[in-house]
């Protein structure tokens, strides 16, 4: 049956991406394929696991745990490896040893007392490092102006790298608070994608980023710009400075 699975259900070569969805098609596709004759018995091949079924042993009541456990330590930045990928922890563990729990689509990190730190989804194929953002940004909210001077810094998307650096001290600390709540159960896709649509119309505030990354978080989008219906006049634009009322002085023969 090897050579039968292979040819009608994972040709032509697949994509996966996850697989506990893999599995639930694969699923599907058995539960669909019971429904035809036994090639040599002529029998349905669902009646002919009913028969099977009468004769199955009942499973254990626990369910087994199929992991493993690795003593890794962190290096400066607090990143550990595990089969030549990198994981991160927290900066507060940089150094340190740590508890690796390793199962197939999950990699836990532990600290030496088994509690949890971060919970990463286990790599495979090309991309070399998974990265929780979450305490990293706690820990750089308290410290806002020295974040510049971190590596964790470099990692992040250049949008975010931008629009810090041109906040103050105050606007950096909201967006770090903020990056720390909403990366809890996100990765930097969304938030940059928020980001990017607040930056539209120049320098947005915290606020302003966190109400648009809601809005598509929850399938709203975002809003289209109103049309004033009425005539509006057109304003001059507005400069900043002292420059005008030099050169108004000029025209003056520098008196008031």
């Known amino acids: 049956m090897v050579k039968y ?6 040709l032509p070569e697949l994509q996966i991406h996850s697989l506990d969805q893999l599995n639930e098609t694969l699923w599907k596709k058995a539960e669909k394929d019971r429904e035809r004759p036994h090639y040599v018995k002529e029998t ?8 099977d079924k009468e004769h199955l042993l ?7 745990d199929c992991i493993r456990y690795e003593r890794v330590k962190a290096d400066k930045y607090g ?6 990928k990198l994981y991160s922890t927290s900066p507060r563990f940089a150094k340190c040893t740590v508890l690796a729990k390793i199962s197939f689509d999950r990699v836990d990190i532990l600290t030496e007392e088994c ?25 750089m909210a308290k410290r806002p102006t020295a974040i510049k001077y971190t590596s964790f810094y470099e990692q992040l998307p250049i949008e975010w790298q931008v629009y ?3 906040c103050t001290v105050p606007e950096k600390q909201e967006a770090l608070q903020l990056l720390s709540v909403i990366l809890k159960d996100d990765d930097m896709k969304i938030p940059t994608q928020a980001l990017q ?7 947005p505030s915290v606020d302003s980023i966190k109400q648009i990354y809601y809005q598509l978080i929850n399938g709203r989008g975002q809003r289209d710009t109103i049309q004033p219906k009425g005539f509006v006049p057109a304003v001059p634009t507005a400069t900043r400075g002292l420059a005008h009322y030099n050169e108004f002085f000029k025209g003056t023969g520098g008196h008031r």
């Open 5 to 10: 699975i292979r040819n009608n259900f994972l």
């Open 44 to 51: 349905m091949l669902s009646e002919l696991y009913l028969a």
């Open 58 to 64: 009942q499973l254990p009541a626990k369910k087994f």
């Open 79 to 84: 990143y550990i490896r595990v089969e030549n």
């Open 115 to 139: 509690e949890l730190i971060v919970q990463h989804s286990r790599l495979y194929g090309k991309e070399p490092k998974s990265v929780i953002w979450q305490p990293y940004l706690t820990l």
């Open 164 to 166: 810090l650096s041109n």
């Open 197 to 203: 649509l607040a930056s539209e119309n120049g320098h």
